[in-house]
T-cell receptor, first 112, second 112 residues
Framework: GAGVSQSPSNKVTEKGKDVELRCDPI?????LYWYRQSLGQGLEFLIY????????KSGLPSDRFSAERTGGSVSTLTIQRTQQEDSAVYLC??????????FGPGTRLTVT | TQLLEQSPQFLSIQEGENLTVYCNSS?????LQWYRQEPGEGPVLLVT?????EVKKLKRLTFQFGDARKDSSLHITAAQPGDTGLYLC????????????FGTGTRLQVTL
């Protein structure tokens, strides 16, 4: 009965390095979402996976951002050549057929 | 791009006071959700409203969806310190497969 989990909880990286953020959705949830939240603000949609369909990448801010979802479960968000403006909390959510989204605790990314 | 504006951005009140948070857009949404987020955690769903004019109550919280489904409000009666947090509204537009547009957020602090 675990909720959505994300790792790491905090990540500090140097500008120009690549980072990978992981999301473990609730078991059985077919949909998975990634959002970005800057400094206590609202959430910005990044990418959405639904089952085996092609992901909706319309929210990715640049080609430095990519995500994959292996086996319809775990997802990894990769940011290449990180920039200081990438610093934010990255949140993952999953949902079942109801569409109600359950969020993980997020990964706080700091680019120095 | 659909935008959801929340007001006020910040609210600091004393225990026992009443307050209302507004969520406004020029776009129509098929449903609107309210979340509360505490520091270091992901947003937690409070309520979903789907019908224009709908009013839902959750203990001391009253949620209303505008008749035209473009706006919503959250009213808290007799606020308590446990109500402190970031309140987010999020709209789902028709045909967007549960992809949510989040509001700018209202940070509420309730003091003794």
């Amino acid at each position: 009965g675990a909720g959505v989990s994300q790792s790491p909880s905090n990540k500090v990286t140097e500008k120009g390095k690549d980072v990978e953020l992981r999301c473990d959705p609730i078991s059985g949830h077919t949909a998975l979402y990634w959002y970005r939240q800057s400094l206590g603000q609202g959430l910005e949609f990044l990418i959405y996976f639904q089952g085996n369909s092609a992901p909706d990448k319309s929210g990715l801010p640049s080609d430095r951002f990519s995500a994959e979802r292996t086996g319809g479960s775990v997802s990894t968000l990769t940011i290449q050549r990180t920039q200081q403006e990438d610093s934010a909390v990255y949140l993952c959510a999953s949902s079942s057929y109801t569409g109600l989204q359950y969020f993980g605790p997020g990964t706080r990314l700091t680019v120095t | 791009t659909q935008l959801l504006e929340q007001s006020p951005q910040f609210l600091s009140i004393q225990e026992g006071e009443n307050l209302t948070v507004y969520c406004n857009s020029s776009s129509v949404f098929s449903s609107l959700q309210w979340y509360r987020q505490e520091p270091g955690e992901g947003p937690v769903l409070l309520v979903t409203v789907v019908t224009g004019g709908e009013v839902k109550k959750l203990k001391r919280l009253t949620f209303q969806f505008g008749d035209a489904r473009k706006d919503s409000s959250l009213h808290i009666t007799a606020a308590q310190p446990g109500d402190t947090g970031l309140y987010l509204c999020a709209g789902e537009a028709t045909g967007t497969a549960s992809k949510l547009t989040f509001g700018t957020g209202t940070r509420l602090q309730v003091t003794l």
